[in-house]
Nanobody
Framework: QVQLVESGGGLVQAGGSLRLSCAAS????????VAWFRQAPGKEREFVAT????????WYLDSVKGRFTISKDNAENTVYLKMNSLKPEDTAVYYC??????????????????WGQGTQVTVSS
């Protein structure tokens, strides 16, 4: 079983940047697909981005393409989400999730088995 811990959230003005981190403990990410989701108050949890640890393949929500970048650090066993040009509508709790790599990339919360506790991102206008 893999445990996920997110960090890096905070309050930022519109147009600013943040980098979220998702660190794994218990196991390495080497056999997993890792994703970021977000959930705003009163809304469903929404896919943001995902990355395959083995081949680096990525997939993004259309509204974050060109602004957000998901990446991995093998040595640190950590996945990052760099968020640039942030908008107020990006405000949400951001969650890291993982699923076994043999199932491939996916964008639905029900596809993911392991979840972190979430980190709040607030973008002020």
């Amino acid at each position: 079983q893999v445990q996920l811990v997110e960090s890096g959230g905070g309050l930022v003005q519109a147009g600013g940047s943040l980098r979220l981190s998702c660190a794994a403990s218990g196991r390495t990410f080497s056999n997993y697909v890792v994703a970021w989701f977000r959930q705003a108050p009163g809304k469903e949890r929404e896919f943001v981005a995902t990355i395959s640890w083995s081949n680096g393949m990525t997939w993004y929500l259309d509204s974050v393409k060109g602004r957000f970048t998901i990446s991995k650090d093998n040595a640190e066993n950590t996945v990052y989400l760099k968020m640039n040009s942030l908008k107020p509508e990006d405000t949400a709790v951001y969650y890291c999730a993982a699923r076994p790599a043999l199932y491939g990339l996916a964008r639905f919360p029900s596809n993911y088995e392991y979840w972190g506790q979430g980190t709040q991102v607030t973008v002020s206008s």
